[in-house]
């Protein structure tokens, strides 16, 4: 399993409930496919610099997790289809460890 990294622009009118209960369908959508939850975090409403479909701002959520490579494709798929989502984004995470420097 590989470890990714989402973030998700919920719209704007969706109260706090609403929110609430995507990212506990996201987290149960993520477990059923095999996958596990790492780290989660509302980041909350931020306006934009563009519209994005006739709309102003929307509401962030992150997510990290460890999946299969194949369920990306399920994640965008499922992000076409929801209407709660305005833009959705996977990216691999990366870890970069320091290397110990020498001093001379």
Do not use: C
Request: hydrophobic share 40%.
């Amino acid at each position: 399993m590989r470890t990714y990294e989402t973030v998700t622009i919920l719209k704007p009118q969706l109260s706090d409930n609403e929110v609430a209960e995507f990212l506990n369908s996201a987290k149960e959508f993520i477990t059923k496919a095999g996958g596990e939850i790492v780290s989660e975090e509302k980041l909350g409403r931020r306006r934009f610099t563009h519209e994005i479909d006739h709309v102003r701002d929307g509401f962030y959520v992150y997510l990290k997790f460890r999946a299969l490579p194949a369920f990306v494709k399920s994640w965008d798929e499922m992000a076409k289809l929801n209407e709660q989502i305005l833009r959705s984004i996977v990216m691999l995470s990366i870890e970069i460890k320091a290397k110990a420097q020498t001093v001379k």
